[in-house]
């Protein structure tokens, strides 16, 4: 089993749909979570980190994490045309210096 | 601020050859940290340096090896060079070492070396 599971897509919603992206994880040491953002040709870009449970917002990204059942998530809301890409979670354990990222998720906002 | 930059972007060599791939990280981020990304094994971390020394390491062969410097510019090298190792090959900086909580840990990739072995 991997430690970190993520459905790789891809996913093809509508313009201003509610998208939901979603990674499991085996590890309750896990301490961090972030989720990256990467274009086609380009570095992942950073878009949220958060260390508790819970909801951390930022604009159209909800970040949401639920320790108890080891699932974190990323809620887009409106989602635009320049929102495609693919998007990746990551985990970190810093006890162990240790980062897992997910497969990513490959998404497509149809105009 | 400049972000992190990565140079070749683009690299052809032949299996059995070596490479050096080199990485300069955002002004004042003291850690360098490398990964592998390919389709099949997403992203995997390679190793950290943090003020010149490797503090961490993933789980790759020793022809994988890296170095910084004392300007924080970081290089990395493959030995013997393989198929397999046709890759996107990412450096990413931050402030503070690898694990450290809140914005000094975050950590700022570069676009990126593609390497591709024939």
């Known amino acids: 089993q991997k430690e970190v599971e993520q459905d790789p897509g891809p996913l093809s919603v509508p313009e201003g749909a509610i998208v939901s992206l979603n990674c499991t994880y085996s590890n309750s040491a896990f301490q961090y979570f972030m989720w990256y953002r990467q274009y086609s040709r380009k570095g992942p870009e950073l878009l949220m980190y958060t260390y508790s449970s819970g909801n951390k917002e930022d604009g159209r990204f909800t970040a949401q994490v639920d320790k108890s059942s080891k699932y974190i998530s990323l809620f887009i809301r409106d989602s635009q045309p320049s929102d495609s890409a693919t998007y990746l979670c990551a985990i970190v354990d810093s006890s162990a210096s240790k980062i897992i990222f997910g497969s990513g998720t490959r998404l497509s906002i149809r105009p | 601020k400049a972000g992190v930059t990565q140079t070749p972007r683009y690299l052809i060599k032949t299996r059995g050859q070596q490479v050096t791939l080199s990485c300069s990280p955002i002004s004042g981020h003291r850690s360098v940290s490398w990964y592998q990304q390919t389709p099949g094994q997403g992203l995997q971390f390679l190793f950290e340096y943090f003020s010149e020394t490797q503090r961490n390491k993933g789980n790759f062969p020793g022809r994988f090896s890296g170095r910084q410097f004392s300007n924080s510019r970081s290089e990395m090298n493959v030995s013997t060079l393989e198929l397999g190792d046709s890759a996107l090959y990412l450096c990413?900086?931050?402030?503070?070492?690898?694990?450290?909580?809140?914005?000094?840990?975050?950590?700022?990739f570069g676009p990126g070396t593609r390497l591709l072995v024939l």
């Open positions: 990413a900086s931050s402030l503070g070492f690898f694990g450290t909580e809140g914005p000094e840990g975050t950590q700022y």
